[in-house]
């Protein structure tokens, strides 16, 4: 393998455990956003204050606004330091600046900076003109309904049936709380009857566009089969009487993978060699041996820690310096 001496490139973490943190994180953030939206809409109606005394409800309903903000944070944190995520600091503060679902994760990004100047105004409640405050309370309203859009247009699990449902019922009880606030009192089941058309149609037009135009078709996860691009570097340390030549980079494409291939060399034959594959973002590790070189790639063969042996191909296209140009990656069992 034809190389040049160069630095690597280091990632924060591509440990799985980030990534289901973050996906945790905003699934949750948004039963509580759907939660003080609900607390909130039914505060103001006189059967429900009757039942709980007033400051109870609105110390549940503040302590609730708390939680969303410290999900909502660690939600937005932990996709900020997983560097294999397709996200930079400025994509997830600025809206329309991501190249992943601009227009849905630009939604996210809106909802939680209204969110954070509701939590303002909250702050300084006692300052404000109450009729300003109530009024600018009214953008929970557009807080949930950007982050419900944000959800099923930019989430990975959006067409997972268990998440569809939670989204369902979420949408079915907030729709339900806001048309109950809303209607003049009328005949009972005439009334009961227009908020039960009223939540259906919601939840009917949610799982149209979930399993519709929005529908996620999900990668593979650890890909027994693929082909994708290969980015990444050989370095090479030579010696007098031994050297170690190293590959590392990470793949693109249909399985997102890191791979590296150390040899260990010695005048005229190849000594030793180690071969690791990562699997993204599970984690998965296939480890194993370097079975022949090229003059522009190698070849390998390794096993994961279920028992899968997989074989992999590497080639790419000769260059003057140590990065890879053209590179290809063939895995198959």
Request: aromatic residues 10%; charged residues 15%; glycine residues 8%.
């Amino acid at each position: 393998m034809a190389s040049e001496p160069a630095r690597t490139r280091m990632h924060l973490t591509s440990s799985p455990i980030d990534w289901y943190t973050a996906r945790a994180a905003g699934v949750i953030a948004y039963l509580l956003i759907s939660f003080v939206l609900v607390l909130g809409t039914t505060m103001a109606r006189k059967a429900t204050v009757r039942r709980w005394p007033k400051f109870a409800i609105e110390e549940i309903h503040r302590f609730a606004g708390l939680l969303v903000g410290a999900f909502v944070t660690i939600h937005v944190l932990t996709i900020a330091i997983d560097a294999w995520l397709p996200f930079s600091i400025a994509s997830i503060a600025i809206p329309l600046l991501s190249r992943y679902r601009p227009v849905w994760v630009a939604l996210g990004i809106v909802a939680a900076e209204l969110m954070l100047a509701l939590a303002i105004t909250n702050h300084y409640r006692d300052r404000l003109p109450y009729r300003f405050w109530r009024r600018a309370h009214y953008l929970n309203f557009a807080v949930w309904t950007a982050a419900t859009l944000h959800g099923i247009g930019s989430g990975t699990d959006r067409s997972s049936p268990w998440l569809l449902a939670v989204y369902s019922v979420a949408v079915a009880i907030v729709v339900l709380a806001i048309t109950l606030r809303l209607l003049p009192e009328a005949h009972r089941g005439v009334r009961a009857a227009f908020v039960a058309v009223a939540a259906l149609a919601s939840v009917v037009v949610l799982l149209g566009l979930a399993l519709g135009p929005l529908r996620f078709q999900p990668k593979p996860w650890n890909a027994s089969a693929f082909t994708g691009t290969l980015k990444g570097q050989v370095l090479r340390d030579l010696g007098v009487s031994q050297g170690i030549i190293s590959m590392a980079g990470a793949s693109e494409g249909r399985q997102r993978t890191l791979v590296r291939a150390d040899l260990l060399i010695k005048p005229g034959r190849v000594e030793d060699t180690t071969f690791q594959m990562e699997f993204l973002p599970s984690g998965q590790l296939c480890r194993g041996r370097v079975t022949k070189i090229h003059q522009y790639g190698f070849e390998a063969r390794c096993r994961t820690a279920d028992g899968v042996l997989r074989y992999v191909q590497t080639e790419w296209q000769p260059g003057e310096s140590s990065q890879l140009t053209g590179g290809v990656i063939r895995v198959h069992t």
